[in-house]
């Protein structure tokens, strides 16, 4: 990595994934190969990989004894269409759970400078929560901008707020499905892999949300979610 002892303890990551290399896969599986050897943890996955994974964007879920029915959004050219699939409890293994910021473009008046200056301001953040089934090849994907709460009888009619009626959501699934693990930093991780930009912009995102300013936070949630997918694959 031509770095040395000190800096590299530095930056090895003590509580979640960093994103440090891109690069062919057998210059990174060399890399993975030698930096084990010696006792330090990493991996490589194939972007290609990454994108094979089929990624359903759910409308709503019905909990039926032991299996989840999910209706979702199947995007076809051009179009969309709502489908629905049935899978068993027992075949959910990861929950991953994240928030993406929505920008906007503001425009402010400096008075120091006397100029006009434009800033890209976070104007809202939209919660994510994935369930994977390893032995379906799928990702189950929710958000609290798209998710139909009116078609969930599993929610809290009590509850009134879009919060609430995510938290119950949430709150069902887990207790329910009880994963082995949940992953919840997406945010630092993604605060690393933003740094590539070329390379997510190889990634299909499945995540369709009406954006007035673009980002790669979308690509950045699926590499998040797709890792821990293939990872726990292996």
């Given at each position: 990595m031509e770095i040395d002892r000190y800096t590299a303890t530095l930056q090895i990551p003590t509580r979640s994934w960093r994103l440090y290399k891109t690069g062919s896969l057998g210059e990174l599986n060399y890399y993975q190969s030698e930096l084990n050897q010696i006792g330090l943890p990493c991996f490589c996955q194939s972007i290609s990989n990454i994108n094979k994974i089929k990624v359903y964007e759910v409308n709503s879920v019905e909990i039926i004894e032991n299996q989840l029915k999910f209706i979702y959004d199947d995007y076809q050219v051009n179009s969309k269409k709502e489908e629905q699939i049935i899978i068993n409890l027992t075949d959910i293994n990861n929950c991953v759970k994240g928030m993406i910021p929505l920008f906007e473009l503001t425009v402010n008046f400096?008075?120091?400078?006397n100029k006009i200056e434009k800033k890209k301001s976070t104007l809202?953040?939209?919660?994510?929560?994935?369930?994977?089934?390893?032995?379906?090849?799928?990702?189950?994907?929710f958000n609290g901008r798209n998710y139909q709460f009116d078609n969930d009888t599993n929610i809290d009619q009590k509850s009134n707020t879009a919060k609430e009626k995510w938290q119950d959501l949430e709150n069902n699934l887990t207790t329910k499905i009880s994963p082995e693990k949940v992953w919840s930093n997406f945010t630092s991780f993604a605060q690393g892999v933003i740094e590539f930009p070329e390379m997510l912009k190889e990634i299909e995102s499945h995540i369709h949300l009406f954006r007035r300013e673009e980002t790669v936070w979308d690509e950045a949630f699926q590499l998040y979610s797709g890792l821990i997918f293939l990872q726990s694959k292996s």
């Open positions: 400096n008075s120091k400078k809202d953040y939209i919660e994510f929560y994935d369930l994977h089934s390893i032995i379906n090849n799928s990702i189950f994907r």
